[in-house]
């Protein structure tokens, strides 16, 4: 058995990017940091999560830059091939989201 799940809590980076698809799909890329506190530094961690559907329609009505959010979902590497090299991606699909922090 195998297990992709992801929980991110942290802030938007930068207003949504939404797109509407052919054949009606709608899309949301957001970046997420998170950030961990030690004693003496933080670090800061940046995230691209993609949102479908639904839950875009949420994002584009919702969600601006700096908002705090909760995601849920999964790890998805893509790969592509620049100057010869090959390069990856690292996304978050976000199966689930919650809007948190002051209404």
């Known amino acids: ?33 998170t950030t961990e506190k030690f004693k003496d530094r933080e670090e800061t961690e940046w995230h691209t999560v993609v ?14 830059k700096g908002s705090q959010l909760y995601i849920e979902g999964r790890i998805k590497t893509e790969k592509y091939t620049k100057d010869g090299q090959d390069r990856f991606i690292v996304k978050i699909v976000a199966s689930s989201l919650q809007l948190l922090g002051k209404k």
């Open 51 to 64: 949102i479908w559907n639904n839950l875009a329609d949420v994002v584009e009505k919702y969600v601006k």
């Open 1 to 33: 058995m195998s297990v992709n799940r992801v929980h991110l809590i942290g802030n938007v980076g930068k207003d949504p990017e939404v797109r509407n698809l052919q054949g009606g799909a709608k899309v949301a890329t957001i970046t997420l940091a």
